[in-house]
């Protein structure tokens, strides 16, 4: 049978390691010495908690491997916290599904000039794919490999859908931008009534439409 917990701790220790968090590192290293010897949780458990435990360890920058190796690392925590706390594997991935169609950017207001960036698509796919790709891994016995970031960038289904999502925002009249910085001012028509705006993709990735939440501007 396979042990998805000692697995986990196993990749969060090699991420730990390469990102330089030593202390967390050997963390789990005990983890899994304990697991291994004596079956006990204890020591994983007492990781969590307060300011300062293994809730707030930041894994990856604003580079796009970075976002994803974070989304993976916080996968892994999530399934070695909820084995160790007596949920099933079942319920653990149930709980990490992300069923959201919302896509996140930037809008003027006043003109109705708007926004997404690079980094806005790739939350919004790993968001939906991540947890998507656990349960795939699972399934083919392959869970050790969701550590190997490079390769799952490199993968068709993320580059198709990465391609796929840039012309339905081109094809929305949305810029696509690789500049992360606030527009305060609209580029287009100057003004300042600049806002967070919110996209919904539908119709399996073949629409892009203004989410109902949104403030409204002049069309």
Request: proline share 2%.
């Amino acid at each position: 049978m396979t042990d998805y917990y000692k697995i986990s701790l196993e990749v969060l220790s090699q991420i730990l390691k390469v990102e330089g968090y030593d202390h967390w590192e050997k963390w789990m290293q005990e983890d899994i010495k304990l697991w291994e010897t004596t079956k006990s949780v204890e020591h994983h458990l007492h990781a969590y908690g307060g300011m300062g435990s293994f809730n707030d360890v930041v894994i990856g920058y604003n580079d796009t491997e970075g976002l994803w190796k974070g989304r993976v690392f916080g996968g892994f925590q999530s399934i070695a916290y909820g084995l160790a706390s007596g949920d099933s594997l079942a319920i653990i991935l149930d709980r990490m599904q992300n069923n959201s169609c919302i896509i996140s950017g930037w809008r003027c207001l006043a003109c109705g000039n708007a926004k997404i960036t690079t980094k806005d698509v790739e939350v919004f796919i790993a968001s939906n794919l991540i947890p998507k790709l656990f349960v795939e891994y699972i399934n083919k016995n392959q869970l050790p490999d969701l550590g190997a970031i490079d390769k799952i960038l490199a993968s068709e289904i993320i580059i198709n859908q990465r391609n796929t999502l840039k012309v339905l925002i081109s094809n929305a009249g949305i810029d696509l931008s690789e500049d992360t910085n606030w527009q305060w001012n609209c580029p287009k028509c100057g003004s300042a009534d600049t806002c967070s705006y919110r996209w919904e993709v539908k119709e399996s990735e073949t629409k892009i439409v203004d989410a109902k939440d949104n403030l409204p501007f002049i069309k």
